[in-house]
């Protein structure tokens, strides 16, 4: 959706059951749901995500991501 010298935003959609497998935030982020529902998994936290919710991350925070409906959202990377 946007790529510049400060920001990248990604709008990522999951069918029921499929999501992202852990990893690592490379620099400041934002998940924001637009649509659906899963699990969210921001370090050590585990959250039940819907339309409207959002979780800022730091960098290198482990996350990941598990669609339990069919689930829209974008990524807001910041970058360093």
Do not use: C, Y
Not at 2 to 31: C, R, Y
Request: charged content about 10%; cysteine-free.
């Amino acid at each position: 959706l946007l790529d510049n010298a400060q920001t990248k935003v990604m709008l990522f959609a999951f069918a029921a059951g499929a999501g992202l497998a852990e990893h690592l935030a490379p620099s400041h982020a934002i998940i924001q749901v637009l649509s659906g529902e899963g699990m969210l998994t921001a370090g050590n936290r585990t959250i039940e995500a819907q339309a409207g919710t959002w979780l800022q991350m730091s960098p290198k925070t482990p996350h990941s991501i598990s669609a339990t409906t069919p689930l829209v959202m974008t990524l807001t990377l910041f970058k360093e």
